[in-house]
């Protein structure tokens, strides 16, 4: 849903959880690809194949 534009309060919203709990898992994900930033992490994991659009 990030690579797709949404926000977080969007993301959550539609998942039924807190704007937090998706700034946590991005902040992660963000950590995890050794990203910059969510821009960054978004075409790392498109580079990587690790989503798709």
């Known amino acids: 849903m990030v690579a797709n534009g949404r926000s977080a309060s969007e993301i959550g919203g539609i998942l039924h959880i807190t704007k937090r709990t998706i700034d946590e898992h991005v902040h992660g994900a963000v950590r ?5 930033n ?16």
């Open 38 to 53: 969510r821009t960054h992490a978004v075409a790392l994991a498109l580079r990587d194949s690790i989503v798709k659009l």
């Open 32 to 36: 995890k690809l050794g990203a910059l």
